[in-house]
T-cell receptor, first 111, second 111 residues
Framework: NAGVMQNPRHLVRRRGQEARLRCSPM?????VYWYRQLPEEGLKFMVY????????ESGMPKERFSAEFPKEGPSILRIQQVVRGDSAAYFC?????????FGPGTRLLVL | ELKVEQNPLFLSMQEGKNYTIYCNYS?????LYWYRQDPGKSLESLFV?????AVKQEGRLMASLDTKARLSTLHITAAVHDLSATYFC???????????FGTGTRLQVTL
């Protein structure tokens, strides 16, 4: 049973470009969460999705950030017009309503 | 707003010694998690604590939960160098909801 998969593992973007981060949950899991970790800090919740639905987006910045979890395919976190402050590790977690299991993360660097 | 505090933030200890990490949280919650993170890596689930008085042990680590005091502890027995990592507690206020993380405790075990 493969774990949570994320790609890419590392992503470099210039200011103003778009970043797309993908997350495939564990088999049988229908709940996906996105968290952001700034350097030397803990993880901060961004958004919680189930298939085709956003359940809780209280941690998402109001502008430039969006997330989806389509019926088919991975969950996508999209950041438009990236700025240097977006540089962070973005982790996806999936659960079956019990423990949340984390993926390896995508480390985004904005130049 | 749920707040989760950990202390200490940094802990340097010698091999063979015992120590405890504390995690306080501000509101009633369903579950409390402990995770380990190595530098540049993802989060590894250590324990999930579900009820008052819960105690779980794995190797040299033991976690406990006191829901009345809103306190969890992670006790390290006879530390070894391999335990060096950052440890996070995280609180889940309701079933299948977002996690609120503590600030993390960076543990360094010296020879």
């Amino acid at each position: 049973n493969a774990g949570v998969m994320q790609n890419p593992r590392h992503l470099v973007r210039r200011r103003g470009q778009e970043a797309r981060l993908r997350c495939s949950p564990m088999k049988g899991h229908s709940h996906v969460y996105w968290y952001r970790q700034l350097p030397e800090e803990g993880l901060k919740f961004m958004v919680y999705l189930q298939k085709e639905n956003i359940i809780d987006e209280s941690g998402m910045p109001k502008e430039r950030f969006s997330a989806e979890f389509p019926k088919e395919g991975p969950s996508i976190l999209r950041i438009q017009q990236v700025v240097r402050g977006d540089s962070a590790a973005y982790f996806c977690a999936s659960s079956d309503r019990e423990t949340q299991y984390f993926g390896p993360g995508t480390r985004l660097l904005v130049l | 707003e749920l707040k989760v505090e950990q202390n200490p933030l940094f802990l340097s200890m010698q091999e063979g010694k015992n120590y405890t990490i504390y995690c306080n949280y501000s509101t009633t919650s369903d579950r409390l998690y402990w995770y380990r993170q190595d530098p540049g890596k993802s989060l590894e689930s250590l324990f999930v604590l579900l009820s008052n008085g819960a105690v779980k042990q794995e190797g040299r680590l033991m976690a406990s939960l006191d829901t009345k005091a809103r306190l969890s502890t992670l006790h390290i027995t006879a530390a070894v160098h391999d335990l060096s990592a950052t440890y996070f507690c995280a609180v889940e206020p309701g079933t299948a909801s977002k996690l609120t993380f503590g600030t993390g405790t960076r543990l360094q075990v010296t020879l």
